[in-house]
């Protein structure tokens, strides 16, 4: 069966809108010199699952058709690297429609960190600094003040040492009431945590940890997909690990798990030995935020490992008798987990799990 057979079993979107159907003639009529535009490829899938977005389209069929062959002589670490998202795409669309001379994708080369340039000062620009530099004047020191001389009787000495006592007194009870003013410290919320839509590209068996996934989790960077390890292995199989939305929680700081770093966790409901996933809505997309209702605030950029916070807020996490997951407060109504249109994340089957 021909290369061109096997583009039956994609299944092309036949809903795009505009704009996709734009990007779609777009790269249909680059494709023929594919070669030329590899950079610009690379790119646009930073950020995408298929070249359009989320979909597979025609333009998917004729650009694997011609960048495949071309993939194929990648072997250098630096090809690898330049061509990462491109790779990336390849290895799901080959996986999907079944190609028999797959190409073979390497996941424990260990490719550099992508780095975007920042921008250059030009050299006028560092000329004029430099000379505005130069004009600026030194500041005259001011003339040391000549000290007072210091009380020598007795009389003097007792008044100075209790006008420094009340003085000191004065100044502890003013911070006193300052700090009586303050309102309480806030503890920490879950709107420190930042909770996403995720979609599993891939997952692959931990070459040296029996209990561990490792899976390739697209949440909309625009570095592109993120390395996470999971435990799971003893509740899913690996077929139920790919190509499917899961809710992660992203500003985990990183750890190294087995010689792989991972970079977020994924979000599962538990009960004694049964493990679930939690699924965000349908209609919901890699990189959404997911936000328990109340707590939409702007979630810290990386939560200090130190302060706790995770582990503080997580045992109110829990689902309730529709499977919703929520946030329970003491006082007041149930937060469920939603998206920005009020749509809520669930768990499978399970009621009054533990969530984390």
Known sequence: MSLTDKFANLKVAQDLSTEELALRDQWVTLSSRIEENLTQLNDSLR????????????????????????????????????????????????????????????????????????????AKDSKDEQKSKTKEQPKEQPKEQPKKGKPTDEA????????????????????????????????????????????????????????????????????GPRTVCSGLVKYYPLEAMQQRYVVVIANLKPVTMRG??????????????????INPPEGAKAGDKVFFEGFDGTPEKQLNPKKKIFEQVQ??????????????????PDARLVTKDGKVCKAASLVGASVR
């Open 156 to 223: 003097s000495l007792a008044a100075a040492k209790a006008a420094k006592e009340a003085k000191k007194a004065a100044k502890a009870k003013a911070k006193a009431e300052a700090d009586a003013a303050k309102p309480a410290a806030a503890g920490p919320d879950p709107s420190m945590v930042d909770f996403r839509v995720g979609f599993i590209e891939k997952a692959i068996k931990h070459p040296d940890a029996d209990a561990l996934y490792v899976s390739t989790i697209h949440m909309g960077d625009e570095e």
């Open 260 to 277: 792989i770093k991972s970079s977020a966790m994924v979000l599962c409901a538990s009960e004694g030995e049964t493990v679930e996933f």
């Open 47 to 122: 950020s995408k699952t298929y070249i359009v977005g989320l979909k597979p389209s025609e333009a998917d069929t004729a650009v694997f058709e011609h960048v495949f062959p071309l993939a194929q002589k990648w072997t250098s670490v630096e090809d690898l690297a330049k061509y990462r998202h491109i790779i990336r795409w390849i290895d799901l669309i080959q996986n999907q429609i079944g190609v028999e001379n797959k190409l073979t994708i390497d996941y424990s080369v260990d490719l550099p960190r992508e780095v975007k340039e920042k921008k250059k000062k030009d």
């Open 315 to 332: 045992p109110n996490f829990s689902t309730n008798d529709k499977l919703e997951v929520i946030y329970k407060q003491e006082g007041k």
